[in-house]
């Protein structure tokens, strides 16, 4: 059974930063591209960014880019997604999904981040 289990949200004031991880089981981590997804209530899942199987060919959306870096370790079967220079805008629950940009085959349960003073 595939799991994947965002952790790391929380409450951080705005320019602050968090780091989430995503613990991945039950299938081969190290062969597939993953990604980080986000949604705000009301509104549909945005794509954050993604990265190769081998940690290559790292892609971000313009609105996280040079802000957010996404790493993974696949020794430990985990993705990371650090977050700097937080903003308001940047609230919403972030999942992690299995999957490059637009092809995602699972994702789990997400982690709420809340940007706010």
């Known amino acids: 059974e595939v799991q994947l289990q965002a952790s790391g949200g929380g409450l951080v004031q705005p320019g602050g930063s968090l780091r989430l991880s995503c613990a991945a089981s039950?299938?081969?981590?190290?062969?597939?591209?993953m990604s980080w997804l986000r949604q705000v209530p009301g509104k549909a899942l945005e794509w954050v960014s993604s990265?190769?199987?081998?940690?290559?060919?790292?892609k971000y959306a313009e609105s996280v880019k040079g802000r957010f870096t996404i790493s993974r370790d696949n020794a430990k079967n985990t993705l990371y997604l650090q977050m700097n220079s937080l903003k308001p805008e940047d609230s919403a629950v972030y999942f992690c999904?299995?999957?490059?940009?637009?092809?995602?085959?699972?994702w789990g349960p997400g982690t709420q981040v809340t940007v706010s003073s």
């Open positions: 999904a299995r999957g490059p940009k637009g092809l995602y085959s699972s």
């Open positions: 039950g299938f081969a981590f190290n062969t597939y591209g």
């Open positions: 990265i190769y199987s081998n940690g290559g060919d790292i």
